[in-house]
């Protein structure tokens, strides 16, 4: 089991920055990919940025490419996302997942992760 408790969301203003975070504790947290999606009201939960298990690969949806960037520390059991010139758009509840696996390659899909955190809100004024 892999327990994830995401923090750091609050209510800003369009432009704005937020640093989310997500700490990870049970089994080793160097092992697992990691993944950061998010879910607005009324909408399906969508894929915003992931990183593989060493940290060599990251890769992001498209609506956030340029603006988000998701970073790990495993010597902390901790995944990071930056977010930058935030919008409206964004305002949504932000959630961390792990995905047990030691490749590189791209996991975007939800249905491919074993854990969940709670999730954090981020709401974005305009």
């Known amino acids: 089991q892999v327990q994830l408790v995401e923090s750091g969301g609050g209510l800003v203003q369009a432009g704005a920055s937020l640093r989310l975070s997500c700490a990870a504790s049970g089994r080793t947290f160097s092992y697992y990919a990691m993944g950061w999606f998010r879910q607005a009201p009324g909408k399906e939960r969508e894929f915003v940025a992931g990183?593989?298990?060493?940290?060599?690969?990251?890769y992001y949806a498209d609506s956030v490419k340029g603006r988000f960037t998701i970073s790990r520390d495993n010597a902390k059991n901790s995944v990071y996302l930056q977010m930058n010139s935030l919008k409206p758009e964004d305002t949504a509840v932000y959630y961390c997942?792990?995905?047990?696996?030691?490749?590189?390659?791209?996991?975007?899909?939800?249905?491919?992760?074993?854990?969940w955190g709670q999730g954090t809100q981020v709401t974005v004024s305009s």
């Open positions: 997942a792990a995905k047990y696996s030691t490749l590189q390659t791209r996991t975007d899909d939800a249905n491919d992760y074993d854990y």
């Open positions: 990183i593989t298990w060493s940290g060599l690969r990251t």
